[in-house]
């Protein structure tokens, strides 16, 4: 077990670009979220997914974002055209089990300049 | 929707001394799970303790204890013999129990500070 990974840990973008992080969970887990915490706050929710069905999404994904997770395993966070507002830390987390611990990755922190 | 009120932003003990850090929430479910975690600086967040809220008793981990109040929705972490690897951000989360999106609602965090 070698726990939840995350890549890039930083990543530094000028307004405009596109940028995409990675997220590989606990091998044997199908549950996975992506969270995004701003400084001074908690995490907030940004989409779920159980196996490779992508099934809840929050309101706070606008319409630049997208996410994935081909076959089940490992999941993307896309962020197209990023604005300012976007700099955040981008958290993956993963379950297996119904009220399950969910197991957090390190993280990727997004500057967007 | 359910919220997650965290009022002590920041907090200061002496090590070993003890330390309570408090959280209030606010649902309509009856069957939920309340967590606390813990984000060391520059590290990533982990579980520190769990609590169903179906069951009475409050649970303990070694050091780690939780005054669950279900009527009076409180949630409160005790720290007991507090410890330089104390010193972190926690933060209390819901969760309602579901077989699909389990998401876990946070609250704002309480920034510990163990002094030497």
């Known amino acids: 077990d070698t726990g939840v990974s995350q890549d890039p840990r930083h990543k530094i973008t000028k307004r405009g670009q596109n940028v995409t992080f990675r997220c590989d969970p606990i091998s044997e887990h199908n549950r996975l979220y992506w969270y995004r915490q701003t400084l001074g706050q908690g995490p907030e929710f940004l989409t779920y997914f159980q196996n490779e069905a992508q099934l809840e999404k929050s309101r706070l994904l606008s319409d630049r974002f997208s996410a994935e997770r081909p076959k089940g395993s490992f999941s993307t966070l896309e962020i197209q055209r990023t604005e300012q507002g976007d700099s955040a830390m981008y958290l993956c987390a993963s379950s297996l089990m119904l009220g399950g611990e969910q197991y957090f990755g390190p993280g990727t922190r997004l500057t967007v300049t | 929707a359910q919220t997650v009120t965290q009022s002590q932003p920041e907090m200061s003990v002496q090590e070993a001394e003890t330390v309570t850090l408090s959280c209030t929430y606010d649902t309509s479910e009856s069957n939920y799970y309340l967590f606390w975690y813990k984000q060391p600086p520059s590290r990533q967040m982990i579980l520190v303790i769990r609590q169903e809220a179906y069951k009475q008793q409050n649970a303990t981990e070694n050091r780690f204890s939780v005054n669950f109040q279900k009527a009076a929705k409180s949630f409160s972490l005790k720290i007991s013999d507090s410890q330089l690897g104390d010193t972190a951000m926690y933060f209390c989360?819901?969760?309602?129990?579901?077989?699909?999106?389990?998401?876990?609602?946070f609250g704002t965090g309480t920034r510990l500070t163990i002094i030497p």
């Open positions: 989360a819901f969760m309602k129990p579901n077989f699909g999106n389990e998401k876990l609602t």
